[in-house]
């Protein structure tokens, strides 16, 4: 396992490894969450759970994407990935992710129909001072001197 900030190649197609996981920070902070407060946690441990997260990061996507490959498409979304998690035997994952993604969309879409809903009152306001100079210069160029 050792220091593998370092590693710059290898079987990976040279990716750095600090590329490939998760800040050792993070991956601590998530582990102190489970643990009791007078826990400790060793490098060793940090490192190994980062690096089984970077495995099953891509054990997951690369599941999605080969889905997403016999489908002909390019892009990997949520439900690909709670398709994956469902496959692989993650249930207990994949329908709390589902939940979550359905809450998400929901929230998204409201936002978005807010901003639309703003934007669209943006320019009614906008809309009769725009009126009123238009009929201003029409007014002033048209005047019979």
């Known amino acids: 396992m ?4 370092n590693n710059t190649g290898g079987d990976d197609g040279g990716i750095k490894d600090q590329d490939r996981f998760l800040p050792i920070a993070n991956v601590g902070r998530i582990m102190k969450q489970g643990l009791p407060k007078n826990a400790k946690i060793s490098k060793e ?3 190994t759970m980062q690096e ?3 495995e099953f990061i891509s054990f997951v996507t690369g599941e999605a994407s080969e ?3 016999k489908e002909r498409r390019k892009t990997v979304n949520g439900d690909d990935i709670c398709w994956a998690l469902g496959t692989l035997g993650f249930d207990d ?3 709390p992710l589902k939940r ?4 998400y969309r929901e929230l998204e879409g409201d936002r978005a129909t807010q901003e639309k809903i703003s934007n669209t009152e943006e320019k009614d306001e906008e809309l009769p001072s725009h009126r009123n100079n238009q009929f201003r210069n029409q007014a002033e ?3 019979p001197f």
């Open 2 to 5: 050792g220091d593998h900030y």
């Open 45 to 47: 441990a940090k490192e």
């Open 52 to 54: 089984c997260a970077s």
């Open 67 to 69: 889905k997403c490959r």
């Open 93 to 95: 994952y994949a329908e």
């Open 100 to 103: 979550y993604l359905h809450r």
């Open 141 to 143: 160029t048209s005047r």
